[in-house]
T-cell receptor, first 114, second 110 residues
Framework: DTAVSQTPKYLVTQMGNDKSIKCEQN?????MYWYKQDSKKFLKIMFS???????INETVPNRFSPKSPDKAHLNLHINSLELGDSAVYFC?????????????FGSGTRLTVV | GEDVEQSLFLSVREGDSSVINCTYT??????LYWYKQEPGAGLQLLTY?????DMKQDQRLTVLLNKKDKHLSLRIADTQTGDSAIYFC??????????FGAGTRLFVKA
């Protein structure tokens, strides 16, 4: 199936731990994103990569580090997890020049920090 | 920067029309989108409209754009219980960043 897939779907971990979320798209898109959705469903962009190059880096703690080994993958590593990091993290992709197609989102990773 | 605002809740009866409203602040926003999020799922693109259009219709969905007032609306005709979801308005200026509203929770009563 063509899609944006994220793993894991659920992640429960203790404060202070380091964790990673993986994202892969097989749509041939050249741009990928990480969004954070809080408990009130507000979506905030965190990072974007275009052809493996970082193009958007919002005000995000440097405990969050994205890595794009190739244009089909964008992973998110989080160090020293805090309670406030609990949220749903969405990966998305788009064809950078094809703005009329919008984004294709993954189904999200629900991170709970205890 | 761009700010996108929506009302948080809308409740309608099955078979009625739903109208979800959105306002944005940046008049240079070129592309405007509506996304739907069902429980436990990611956002799904429903429709989009370019800033040089006033209206777009796609089956039960009608998008109206008032550029002067920077107002966007999504009308869902013959609303069904399966339309219950969160609807996000989003705006993009032509770069890579899309700004999303806070989402409107649509409740459809049978």
């Amino acid at each position: 199936d063509t899609a944006v897939s994220q793993t894991p779907k659920y992640l429960v971990t203790q404060m202070g731990n380091d964790k990673s979320i993986k994202c892969e798209q097989n749509l041939g898109h050249d741009t990928m994103y990480w969004y954070k959705q809080d408990s009130k469903k507000f979506l905030k962009i965190m990072f974007s990569y275009n052809n493996k190059e970082l193009i958007i880096n919002e005000t995000v703690p440097n405990r969050f580090s994205p890595k794009s080994p190739d244009k089909a993958h964008l992973n998110l590593h989080i160090n020293s997890l805090e309670l406030g990091d609990s949220a749903v993290y969405f990966c998305a992709s788009s064809q950078g020049t094809e703005l009329n197609y919008g984004y294709t989102f993954g189904s999200g990773t629900r991170l709970t920090v205890v | 920067g761009e700010d996108v605002e929506q009302s948080l809740f809308l409740s309608v009866r099955e078979g009625d029309s739903s109208v979800i409203n959105c306002t944005y602040t940046d008049s240079s926003s070129t592309y405007l989108y509506w996304y739907k999020q069902e429980p436990g799922a990611g956002l799904q693109l429903l429709t989009y409209i370019f800033s040089n259009m006033d209206m777009k219709q796609d089956q039960r969905l009608t998008v109206l754009l008032n550029k002067k007032d920077k107002h966007l609306s999504l009308r869902i005709a013959d609303t069904q219980t399966g339309d219950s979801a969160i609807y996000f308005c989003a705006a993009r200026q032509g770069g890579f960043k899309t700004i999303f509203g806070a989402g409107t929770r649509l409740f459809v009563k049978a």
